[in-house]
């Protein structure tokens, strides 16, 4: 197992769910290896990170594990943490202890009918051992007297579960040769944002406008000793009494110019037809699918634009995907295709203000204190039918560009979709109104390229420091991970036109440049993105990969589908290089 994050987390407890469910067979041996300390919570949900970063989906979807040698996160929290008992959008530490414990009650009943060890370190190759596999990694703080990596293998099976690489080519740290400080990262905010980092009453700008460049506000805020106070009720407006430590501005950048919208506010009702409109929605995409169970890009687009006119006009059930009126004769369907081509509602207007009055609109309707716009119901008819539409995509092989119009259509829509918790963009908003973010670089269009801000507006003075808030980007183009990147250089990992994630069979199993299937080496998670659609969750049943790779192990380690090899492979592939060189 390679890295050791929730879907590690998820793979193994699925999979120790099926061990304790057979009678005969071999006992398996696990290795799991990944850099950090602390197993399942992955560098996101680290415990030791700041309470003012928050989980960006309901907790909710943290459900019980099938082993049940753990409760559910709200089973959980109400013991250990009452006080966050009926938040929906706890402190990713929060979580990450959750996660830590689970790994521990999963490791415990793993180890009932498996041995299992965890290794610290970073794996940096994959290499073929006759039948087998052979893994190299670095351990943490090697010095100049290692030895070259630490060798495990040869083993059966391997399980890519890597989750965000560690770079790609298009971050600024790649090529930077502006005239200010560059901080490359946001995350671990204790690591980039302290004050030596970004000193207090600098200009800070930030390459990125979306959830990452959220934490970095907060942190350069809240965490500096800023505090907001959040109004009750319709009236009053929301706070932020601002810190010495503090920066005196933060400017982000973003391609399309705006912020992403709120959550909506989960006390406040929905329009009664949005569940009305979903359900058609849902039927429409259950009718469009061939026997195959996939979908086209084209009709997927338009189930979602019908869905979001449906909410919008009460649930007119005249308006389909074919029928009804089309755009030119119907204002509400012109509104809303506008609003997915450009990714701003009609009215919004162009120039300054822009991206702030974008941000009020989507708080105000998140609070229920606005009626919800064309932007409200592409976003709630998008998350809402995103379990099939992901399963319906699932290796869609359509031409490159009607891809790439998918992408940018999926791109506006998660904008819509999946944005901060209503608490933390309401903050936002607070430190828009105390001077602490100006979002004049968001509308003037400005850009940090490797040799700094460009297009700044008039009168702007230079930052003092440059953040870098953008993340690596899902999938293995253009990433430098070197595991990755040999495996695709190799033709072990393979990747579709257009596609940035690698192609992988129902059970997860790498399918190489050849079209055949790399026996023994499954691939979850971002390092599949386009393949498989949504990996930035917590939701264990979004996809179905896992559940097929622990049954198919199960089946293997029993002596099914998938023997294992045979013991002269074994011997063969010892033969073939280095032994298991592991303490």
Known sequence: MV????????ALEALTARLREREHGPRLAVTVIDPHAQPGTGAAYDPAQPEHLRLNVSARILDAPRTGDMPSFVQWVRTVRPDLAEDPFPPRAVVGTYLRERWAAMRGALERVAT?????????????????????????????????PVVVGPVDEVLLATGHARGHAGALAASWDGPMPLQPAVLPVTRWLGPERVPPGSRVAMRGAALTFLDAALTLTEGRGGCFELAEGCDGADRHRRAPEEPATILPTARHGLLLDAKPDPAVPPPPQLEQAVAEGRRQLAAAQDGRGALTLQTALAVVATTAVRTLDGGDAARGVAGGAGPEEDPLRRAVEHTLTTGAEPDLPPGPGRAEQALRRS??????????????????SWALLYPQLTAALRGNDEAEEQWRRFRDAAQVLERFAFGPPLVSARKLLAMVDSGAVDLSWLDAGTTITPRG???????????????????????????????????HGTGVLSLRPGRRGAVVDPDGT?????????????????????????HDTLNRHLHTEIEHWADRLARRSAGGDGTPRPARDRQAAHAAGPKDETP
């Open 3 to 10: 890295g050791a994050g929730p879907k590690a987390l998820f």
């Open 116 to 148: 299992c060890r965890h290794l610290r370190g970073q794996v940096v190759s994959l290499e073929r051992a006759g039948t087998c596999w052979r893994v190299r990694y670095s351990a943490p703080g090697a010095g100049p007297a290692a030895v070259g």
């Open 363 to 380: 708080v105000a309707v998140a609070r229920g204190l606005r009626p919800p716009g064309p932007a409200w119901a592409l976003g709630r």
């Open 453 to 487: 801000p460009r297009d700044l507006p008039a009168g702007s003075p230079e930052p003092a420091v440059v953040l870098d808030a953008v993340l690596t980007p899902p999938g293995i183009r253009g990433i430098t991970d070197p595991l990755l990147r040999r495996l």
């Open 510 to 534: 790498a399918i190489t440049a050849q079209g055949t299937r790399a026996e023994g080496l499954a691939v979850i998670g971002r390092a599949t993105e386009d393949h498989v659609i949504g």
